[in-house]
């Protein structure tokens, strides 16, 4: 079945430094993908839309030159963290539109767990 | 804008019996697809049950319901029998026909053996 990957699984930075995240389709190809932000015991908060060949769409209060989405190919979105800080500290989860049998339906990753000291 | 509201942060259930979480949803399109998913201490998503908005019919899957209402805009989820397995955080989403996602602020499920 369809499957989407995330790397790395957990990350530990300093404050000030840039994080790169990466989320992969395994074995199907998502022209979109969905990245959503987590705090410890809320909900998942839509942050943007990846799209593969153009610019990613961001949700309303979400900084674009803060999350940098890059949509490099059909089976790959990255979301790098520039100049990290303490509050930047979450969990990172995204999703790829995808179809199981004769649904459409969202393929979660497992989730990047950002700590920022 | 699309919101999703959870009024339940925390249900408690005794286990074999039966539990219901509730949900409202806002929104002025016609097309979307309400969800229910289960988040486990993993962290992973996993999908409990969908509802096509244009479909009358409540979806059923196996020991979970939802009972849907369109107007009213309320979407909430019976689970039945209860399991220890069932205890989570349970999220109610939104997903626009463009495939973006609103989640619930969740409800936290105990099941009490």
């Known amino acids: 079945g369809a499957v989407v990957s995330q790397h790395p699984s957990r990350v530990i930075c300093k404050s000030g430094t840039s994080v790169k995240i990466e989320c992969r389709s395994l074995?199907?190809?998502?022209?979109?993908m969905f990245w959503y932000r987590q705090f410890p015991k809320q909900s998942l908060m839509l942050m943007a839309t990846?799209?593969?060949?153009?610019?990613?769409?961001?949700e309303q209060g979400v900084e674009k030159d803060k999350f940098l989405i890059n949509h490099a190919s059909l089976t790959l979105s990255t979301l790098t963290v520039t100049s990290a800080h303490p509050e930047d500290s979450s969990f990172y989860i995204c999703?790829?539109?995808?179809?199981?049998?004769?649904?459409?339906?969202?393929?979660f990753g497992p989730g990047t767990r950002l700590t920022v000291l | 804008a699309q919101t999703v509201t959870q009024s339940q942060p925390e249900m408690s259930v005794q286990e074999a019996e039966t539990v219901t979480l509730s949900c409202t949803y806002d929104?002025?399109?016609?097309?979307?697809?309400l969800f229910w998913y289960k988040q486990p201490p993993s962290r992973q998503m996993i999908l409990v049950i969908r509802q096509e908005a244009y479909k009358q019919q409540n979806a059923t899957e196996n020991r979970f319901s939802v009972n849907f209402q369109k107007a009213a805009k309320s979407f909430s989820l019976k689970i039945s029998d209860s399991q220890l397995g069932d205890a989570a955080m349970y999220f109610c989403a939104y997903r626009r026909s463009s495939n973006q996602f609103y989640f619930g602020t969740g409800t936290s499920l105990t099941v009490i053996p």
């Open positions: 074995d199907f190809q998502a022209t979109t």
């Open positions: 999703s790829a539109p995808g179809v199981r049998g004769r649904y459409n339906e969202q393929f």
């Open positions: 929104t002025s399109e016609s097309d979307y697809y």
């Open positions: 990846s799209n593969e060949g153009s610019k990613a769409t961001y």
